[in-house]
């Protein structure tokens, strides 16, 4: 049975699996994703017993905008609801923001549609990006 929660309580060794198995950059950095997560604004992660199978962030000012960096699922995992469940706790605990805003690519792109986010009419994402993964 999948669990929710929002302890902080997370090891790195927990996270990492998760990150390498989605083949994210920011695994390469172990120190600072662990900082940028345990200080993000909410942090919601997703537990089979003691297994950290999946992971979602947010940053926000707290009152207009919030930020989705990440979400992240094991892929051995994956299809069984646990991102959706994670977003769904994210957009109720955001529900009275102005702006929730995240960038998605390629397959992400459908999940979060499912989610109820839209393109942002004619805006463009953009960045200064020290990863090498998209």
Request: net charge negative; hydrophobic share 45%; proline share 4%.
């Amino acid at each position: 049975m999948i669990t929710f929660s929002e302890r902080r309580d997370i090891a790195i060794s927990q996270i990492l699996p998760i990150y390498f198995a989605n083949s994210w950059s920011s695994a390469q950095k172990p120190q600072a994703l662990h900082q940028a997560l345990l200080n993000s604004h909410s942090l919601i992660s997703a537990w089979d017993g003691a297994r950290l199978v999946g992971i979602g962030n947010a940053i926000s000012d707290g009152f207009l905008v919030v930020y989705y960096p990440h979400l992240l699922v094991h892929p051995d995992y994956q299809g069984q609801g646990i991102g959706q469940g994670i977003m769904d706790m994210m957009k109720q605990r955001y529900r009275a923001m102005h702006m929730q805003m995240l960038v998605a690519d390629s397959e992400a792109i459908a999940f979060y549609e499912k989610c109820g986010f839209t393109r942002a009419g004619q805006t463009e994402p953009m960045w200064i990006y020290a990863g090498t993964d998209h």
